[in-house]
């Protein structure tokens, strides 16, 4: 079983490396177009999915709505589902970042200097110099800028990878020959259904997150433990200001793919300040 996450710079061929990884390797191969495929089949509507891509949301999106935490939720939830298959490439979308603790993963970084994927870009897509660069900019800046709001990481530091490819120097066929050597070891084969069952349940949580915050019952949410158990189980636990807000956050959690049971044993309790009113 082999799970692979793919992060490249723009150019620099990594999504043409990831694919041809997963070809020879005989597994899923999770790039933008699977990726919202997998989000639908989960469930989650496909409202949700606008803008669900590798940029920082805009200043109006960040202080008058929620789409930004309900887009992370959405990814965390897809990318911790396709995790708990054991196998797959992703592409992108901080992948890394979320599996960074499932120890059977393995994180590939494709990097090329600006100057050489201008010149590829400048060959692929016929543009001009200026044009090739300024396109190379652009969208390094904008995947700098999604993973340090997303994550408040650098997407570029090599501690977040197991591996980190010069394109350069090894060269297409050789870094896909090499990830393929390194996925088929034995080190990075070995994964422990423990550790898919717990990708299981943290999919789950993060579409019970996301279904919170689009319902605006965050407020509501802030003093509730939620924990997930198999079976979908959810349990809350904590305390909540009114009961009408209790039984609504259960209504919503209730209606969430993958949930079966809701049992709460939150305490209905009034907000400090307002005692002996």
Known sequence: MSLITFTSSFGSGGEMIAQKVAEELDIDFFDDHRLHERVLS???SSADLEGL???APRLFDRLFTNKPAIYLDVLGSVVYDIASQGEGVLVGHGAQVFL???HCALHVMIHASAEARNKWIRKDQNLGEDAALQLVHKMDKRLHD????????DWQDSSGYDIVINLEKVGVDWAT???IDLARSDEIKECSMKAIEEMELSS???KVDAAVIKSHLSSTYTGINV???GGGNIYLRGWISDKNDLDRLISVIKEVPGVS???????IMAPSGFWGA
Do not use: C
């Not at 993973?147 to 408040?152: H, I, L, N, Q, W």
């Open 204 to 206: 789950l949580k993060r």
């Open 100 to 102: 960074e603790d499932f």
């Open 53 to 55: 891509d590798e940029r």
């Open 146 to 153: 999604f993973v340090r709001y997303a994550f408040e990481r």
């Open 177 to 179: 020959k090499l990830i």
């Open 42 to 44: 989960m469930g989650i």
């Open 261 to 267: 049971e809701v049992k709460s044993e939150a305490v």
């Open 227 to 229: 924990d997930v158990t």
